[in-house]
């Protein structure tokens, strides 16, 4: 381990770093559930993708563990990879509920993203594009994303409810008023306080505290479920508790999906014209790969800014080996049948843990090939639960909009359009889209077009021919 990871040059040891990767796997582990839950059951609204739970959990852990063990072998960094939040729910929300493509056929984009993201690579064209994309909408993206995600959460529990005048609306508390049982309050009320209960936990440095209040709320969950007539009835009905028939499903449902049926967009393509299809291909994918590059490049900078392991230039050590990582990552879980794979900006609580390489990982990603084998347990806990995980996991993307000149109307105006668009239109790429678009014509005309990048004036027209041709 020494000779190969360098733990004392790098001023750890053994026992450190598997305490890191402990903790790195504990405060991300609540993927695997969140995961599993959106993609087989969308908003608990009936939607379907035709996929499992225990398939998408394996996927999602397989997925985690091969991404998570490239970057500790390829760029001995203590990071780990998993399947993205935000990029999951721009996977079932906007291209297949919202577009109308399959699960198959979205990814095929994921693949696409993962290749165009090799393929940046290893030719230097990351640190090109990434430059193009205008400051304050690059800034404004996670927040964006969190936002968006926070609302699911919200939408989810259901707090947030459809309204015919307000389009939304706060579901109702009131026991009193008759509209309302103790029986659609008491899952609300879970979530609210699981969210808190997380918030606490988190304050108070508590390890994993987002994992903790999802387990939290599943037991108040089921222990409130005796306050109502009836919860318990033909609970077990239909539950399997044999961990090998989450692999048999996954097995049947999604790895290889993206071959065998992915490919077919016969049914999109004579629903909405081939012109639609080639810029929603061309665009969707771009917005895929755009999203996974800037939130791999502000997660690798952020979780080694921590740890103060910056190179003296200020740069991420390895780099290209981690970008690397992560495109390889992404293609395998388009392959397994999981959104895009990207390193998660939790990796920075192993940093904290003390964690410097690339054994952290490792760590971290043994520890997801045997959660594996928990799938039957996942399963058990409900959609409430995760819930309070979305809309959490939402406060803290909202973080970077302190970046933001709010005061400069140049800046202030696409990244507010950027936030604001990725969570009411309910698509990322919509909200990236506008922002890129307000900031090139707030330039044009406010004598600063020489700031605009080739590469920008690129990407806004690409957007540009989204919005009028496929929208």
Known sequence: ???????????????????????????????????????????????????????????????????????????????AMASGMGLNAFFVYTVCLGLGLSYANALVFVLLDGIIFVLLSVTGMLQRIFEAIPTPVRVAIPAGIGLY?????????????????????????????????WAQIMPMLVTFFGLLAIAVLSKRGVRGSVVWGILGSAAAYYVLGFTVPGFYEGFFNGMSFNPFDAM??????????VFTEGFDFSKYIAANGVGNFIVTLITTSLAFCMVDMFDTLGTLYGA??????????????????AMLSDAIATCTGAILGTSTVTTFLESAAGVGEGG?????????????FIAMFFSPIAQLIPTYATAAALIYVGVLMMNCVHDVRWTEAEDAVPAFLTIAIMSFAYNISYGIGIGVISYTIIAVFTGRVKEIKPMTWVIGLLFTLMFFLTH
């Open 248 to 257: 048999k499903a996954f097995n049947a449902e999604a790895v290889g999906k």
């Open 149 to 181: 995600i926070a609302f699911i959460g919200l939408q989810d529990a259901g707090i947030v409810v459809a309204n015919e005048s307000t389009k939304v609306s706060l579901a109702s508390f009131n026991v009193f008023s008759g509209a309302v049982t």
């Open 304 to 321: 080694c800014a921590r740890g103060d392991m910056l190179t003296k230039e200020g740069k991420v050590p390895n780099m290209d080996q």
């Open 356 to 368: 410097r390489t690339g054994l952290t990982a490792m760590v971290t990603g043994v520890l997801f």
């Open 1 to 79: 381990m020494e000779k190969f990871f360098h733990l004392k040059e790098h001023g750890t040891t053994v026992k450190t770093e598997i305490m890191a990767g402990l903790t790195t796997f504990m405060a991300m582990a609540y993927i695997l559930m969140v995961n599993a839950n959106m993609f087989s059951n969308p908003i608990g609204q009936g939607a379907s993708l035709g996929v499992s739970y225990g398939a998408i959990y394996i996927a999602t852990a397989l997925s985690a563990v091969i991404g998570t063990v490239l970057v500790g072998l390829l760029a001995n960094l203590p990071l």
